[in-house]
């Protein structure tokens, strides 16, 4: 088993997608006191599994910060490569498949510790809290824009508000190969506004 662990770091070393930092301005406002600032990133043209099983092609913003001794992110936005893809297969939004797709694009694009001393054991034993997954309260599609570069229309989807709506904690083990993430606890904490301008705006919460 230690040279699965050990595999296992080397492989974190790398991450499957480069993180390019910004800056805090897609994030929610950060919380006083036990947490660190929020950070937002960039992971370009990474693949994106669509329900039926076809790969559209996307750029992903999320946002990065330690609370609690714990890793917690936010998806803040998604830009599908090529519109005609996105159109032609389906993606159910709100579903854990998609949700989980998106904390494992975050994780392995700059594989995170909040705390140095913590590490993922062998299944089927359980980690502790390690990592949480934060939704807007809501999100909306931007209008298409075409891309001179690629030929191709391009589509951005949007958080409305960035606060966080809703959350899923993940515990994790190392089974030998991969990574396996189980669900623990999920909760809300903000709801999508009503007011003029949020028209368009729709929930991503399970």
Sequence with gaps: ????????????????????????????????????????????????????????????????????????????????????CRLAHPLTLTSST????????????DPFFCDLNEQIPPCPNQSVLMMTLNLAPCYRWGIPTYNVTTGLYETGLEACINEVGCYKNYTLCFNGYSIEYTPLSSGYSAICPTSPGYQSCFSLCE
């Excluded at 974190?12 to 930092?21: E, H």
């Excluded at 949700?99 to 975050?106: A, I, N, R």
Aim: net charge positive; glycine share 6%; with cysteine.
């Design 98 to 109: 998609f949700h989980l797709q998106l904390l494992k694009l975050f994780f392995w694009a």
């Design 1 to 84: 088993m230690k040279k699965y662990l050990l595999l296992f770091a080397v492989l974190l070393s790398f991450g499957a997608y480069n993180a390019y930092a910004q800056g805090p301005f897609y994030c929610p406002a950060t919380q006083i006191g036990a947490c660190t600032r929020w950070d937002d990133y960039w992971i370009y043209n990474v693949d994106i599994l669509m329900d039926d099983g076809f790969i559209c092609k996307a750029d992903v913003k999320y946002c990065r910060k330690c609370c609690y001794g714990k890793a917690e992110y936010y998806f803040a936005y998604i830009k599908f490569k090529d519109e005609s």
